[in-house]
DNA sequence: CTGAAAGCGCTTACAG
DNA sequence: CTGAAAGCGCTTACAG
């Protein structure tokens, strides 16, 4: 079935069919409703890729993970941010694809797949580190929307959660606790989002007034729950533990938990700690786990829209930034705070 | 950059050039590696969507959750079997199109949308219940993959975990460490998953020559925490409680020892408990749960190849079942099979 | 071994 | 308000 043979069926050109699945208005009333019983009764789809031919526009996203591909789909973070995005971008009438990267040698030249697919645009989450294949896109035509990473070209955007609020959400729940003596454990140098966190997390100590004392921040190699277990293990071993610890991801936080349980320390009594992200799992441990959550949703929301008027030259980029919360359970006790 | 500028380029004909990019044998050695030579200096891709045009073929397949939207990728099973499936897919030269549900009021016309984007084939993901237009597809002469769905039409097949293997490994670890009063938490009864499984510990249990006793048998509103709380809660007002359960998933699972918890009851030594899934959480509980891990690559990689013969028309379908895994945590204590 | 030409299914000025 | 025709960028018999 093809936009020829509806046109045969109702008695009208090919070029009104068309006109007439475009809404255009220039078409009587009469005709038109004819043409769309027709194609109501015969299940007629329009092939895409005929479309996309003729007009250069695919209604089509590009998904791309820059970094790390073995994350991908399972990392619970992205795929939340993805998720909302998706059904926004669907209301909006887009559809998603996925690059696979095992396809060339030269896995990451995502630039020509987005040529050859004709994708009007990409969101673009970020990894541990960045790709140079991503600059080339950033700095290229196609509307680019990063997630949790700055994408700065003419027709870019981002949105990331702002990670001076949550430092300065955590110090402060810290503070309140009555801790002055605090620590933190990250990932490794290379992590952007690590050391954002970190920063964040140094700015908003000095800004309580309080001292930092670098023996208490300690980094492990990944953010993954052993090496959080391995970075408090040093710690401990060191004989200067602090009073409350902020790690940079909730896997972190559970290994120092583990840690400093191992050697009869209790949490919070002992240690208050803090993680961040949210994780399903930070509510079913012992204790649970006072964490940070992003506003996942409204971020793909957010990265949606923006991506949407890119594209429609509504807008010349720019960037957003999504509020944290800080959600409390049993890691830091009670305290003065409530 | 397109097609005839190459063979402007190149000084031969858009025939040519095409038969190159495909790999035709009957082009001469000094021609090709001529053209070859342009093409990697322009860095010419070829449009999508006029090979599409033109051959029929998209090298896209199309992934489709059916039943329970709000899902989608944040389910932690299907995330992963996807996360491998695209990466095999990706390697016999495959990308992923996602439809998004929302752009037309019946969303569920997946046959049409395949006709639009001339997908090769389709991947669908089992969710709570089955759409009609699922059926759709699976009559069609599309070739489709089901994850934990049955499909049976001529181009389809499925891969799904073998749920009576799942259930004797459960009740043969549990008979090993002495237990003969077996219960059960599922989800409600119109979860096909939920059904599988019970069905197969009912058999197990009857292969073990145990007596089953219904008032063990309980359901909670779906397949997460609360419902296992409740679940186990109405069980433990009961009075009468058996030695050992299995949960559905590992959420049940962890609700279910939330409420022993509570009661006073201790997990293993008052009940011991299996979940279902290996989700993250198992690993930080305490005590750390023991569980069914299905091997989700293998379920991925499994799917991706069974499509790929479809479309190819290598093979007629059929299924395949994947062997679990008994992962021995905390749970259910040491007992005498250790 | 090479190329001219028709065709895939749409859209879009343009003429009427 | 309607339609004929060119064009989008490929592939594929077919002729040479």
Known sequence: MNIKKIAEMAGVSVSTVSKIMNNYSDVSEKTKRRVLDIIEQTGYTPSSSAKTLATKKSNLIGVIFAGELNVEFTHPFFVEVLNSFKKQMGVLGYDLIFFSNEKFINSGDYYSRCLHFHVDGCVI??????EPAIQELDRSHIPCIGVDLELTGKKSG??????????????EHFYLLGHRELG????????DISNRREAGYVSAIAGFGLVMNPQW????????EPSGYAAMSSLIHSGDLPKAIFAASDLLALGAVRALKEQGLRVPEDVAIIGCD???ACQYTSPTLTTIRQNKERLGVLAAHMLFD???NQSEGGSF???PALIVRE???SGLSR
Chains 1, 2 share one sequence.
């Open 321 to 323: 930034v999504v509020e």
């Open 125 to 130: 989450i970020s990894g541990q580190q960045m």
């Open 278 to 280: 949210d994780i399903e």
């Open 310 to 312: 890119l594209i429609n």
């Open 184 to 191: 933190f454990i990250g990932s490794t140098a290379d992590s």
């Open 217 to 224: 921040f300690v980094h492990g190699d990944d953010f993954f």
């Open 331 to 333: 890691s830091c006790g």
């Open 158 to 171: 981002y949105v990331m959660s702002d990670n001076y609020q949550i430092a300065s959400k955590v110090v």
